[in-house]
Structures are given as structure tokens and as C-alpha cells.
């Protein structure tokens, strides 16, 4: 029996979770791009995905782009278009993917912000370390910087991840791919600090396999919660609205550069697949470089 587009559809997203192994994100925002498509090609009267045309996409994009879209948006409509396409290829449901002739807007890379190490002490400094809460939240704040982790991996850090001797995590980061991580003197501390006095104190005599617990009931803390965390310390430091848990992840790697660093090796710490995506880091990095030389060269 031949399959319906939602049915392509569906079967589009098992494939990226089973076999592709993606970001819960990229399934969903992927998920509802194709979806938009599929919506297109019923209004104009299209059963099937082999009907479709390259003139068909590019009118797709074009309806897209009147909306106002951000690049960025736009990008990913096209990208979700040429992964499924893809599929479709694969499947033998079309012969070839026409996705791939589609012009993607050129995107502009804004450089991440970067904290100082003076800004990433006042950050830490805001926990209160005397509440089995702060202890916690001084531990994770700790573990983003020194360890450049996604706010994901923190929460879903399990006891078992954790060689607390060595100083070391063995984590998954997106697509379950494993990678060991360090993590310093600080951290160390931080988190010993919270296993002696903090953790027990939350969980109230409950047990649980996560490190980070958020009450009684063992349960995880959830990304936006550290997000909403990290945005509450950054506050009461006075470092401004733009910081996130991302933005210790940035400066983690931009402080390893700075301090000689391999480009390499930062990318391995930082599990990117591609080393095009730590580059970015290399231009923060010349950024500071050129304002240290500009403030400090006497010739003006």
C-alpha cells in the first residue's frame, strides 16, 4: 500500500530518532518544517512527494521568505527539507534530491559573548553556599564553566557518569555520542561539597541516580531550570541579561584557546562532530587579542 505524506512524515521522524540518533530539537523543529511542506503540497493539490518539481520547492522557500523569516529560520526549513529529501531518496520514494539545489540565505555568525575570569568568579560567588540548594547550584555552575557541558548533559548526569577521583565524566552528547570530559581542582570541590552536605539535604532521605536532584523526589532539574539559574546568578552578579548556560560553555572554550590550547582538543572536550563549528572560538579569541593590542600597543 502506498504511503500518505503524513505517512512519509512519520516515518521521516522515526528514522532521525532510531537510526540518525537526533537532538530531541532537530526532530522537533525538523518535524514541523516538513509538516509546513506537506500543508503546501495538499493546498496545491499534490498526493505524492514524486509530483514535486524543483520550481515547486523554490516556490515554497519563496512563500517562506515572505513571511519575514529569520535567516536562521529560513536555513533550517531548507536544511529539514534537504535531510528529508534525502530520506525520500533513500526510500525510493523519489529519485533524486532536488532539496539539495535549493539556495540557502547566507547566514551572519554573531560572536558569542565571553565572560572574563573575574565575571565568571562573581558569577559563582552569587550562590549562597550555606543552603543545600546553592551548594548544588555552585556545583553545576562550576561543571558549565570548567567543563563547557550543554545545560542538557548537567541534568541528565547520572552517578555512574562521574569519576569523582580522576576528575572526569563520561558523557552522551547529541546523536548518543560518548566522549570523557575533565574537570578541575574547583568543580572537584564544588561537587564534593554538595554530595557531603547539599544533596541529602534535598532528597530529605529519598535516593536517586542523578547527581543534580531538584527535591524529594529525585527528579532531574529540567534545562530551563538551569537556565533560569544561570540567569538568576548572573543577575545578582550584575554581568547583564545575555548570560546563559551556553555562555559559559562559549568561555570555557575561548579561555582554553587564550591559554594554548589545541583547537582539537577543544573540540573533542566540547563533542562538536565538525571542527568548522569550535573554529568560531578562534575569532573570539583574535577579537580579544586585537583589544589587548589596541589598549596596550603605545603607538595610537
Known sequence: MEKSLDNWVEAF???????????????????????????????????????????????????????????????RRISALRTFFSFLVREKEVPENLAQLLDAPRLQRNLPRVLSLEEVEALLSACNKTKPRGLRDRAILELLYSSGLRAGEVVSLEF???????????????????????????????????????????????????????????????????WNMVKKYAKLANLGEDVTPHTLRHTFATHLLENGADLRVVQEFLGHSDISTTQIYTHVSKRVLRETYERAFPRK
Not at 493539490?45 to 529569520?70: H, M, N, R, Y
Not at 574537570?183 to 532528597?203: D, M, P, T, V
Open 13 to 75: 521522524l522515526d528514522f532521525l530518532f532510531w537510526e540518525k540518533r537526533a537532538a530531541d530539537n532537530t526532530i522537533l523543529s525538523y518535524g514541523q518544517d516538513v509538516e509546513l511542506f506537506v500543508q503546501f503540497l495538499k493546498e496545491k493539490g499534490i498526493a505524492s512527494f514524486g509530483e514535486v518539481t524543483l520550481p515547486i520547492l523554490e516556490e515554497f522557500i519563496s512563500q517562506e521568505s515572505d513571511k519575514d523569516l529569520e535567516s536562521t529560520s529560513l536555513a
Open 160 to 226: 555512574s557518569h562521574l569519576d569523582l577521583e580522576n576528575q572526569m565524566l563520561r558523557l552522551w552528547g547529541k546523536g548518543f555520542k560518548e566522549r570523557m570530559v575533565p574537570f578541575g581542582e574547583e568543580a572537584h570541590q564544588a561537587i564534593s561539597l554538595y554530595l557531603e552536605k547539599g544533596r541529602n539535604e534535598i532528597l530529605k532521605g529519598h535516593s536517586s541516580n542523578y547527581l543534580f536532584v531538584n527535591g524529594p523526589s529525585g527528579r532531574p532539574l529540567t534545562r530551563q531550570s538551569v
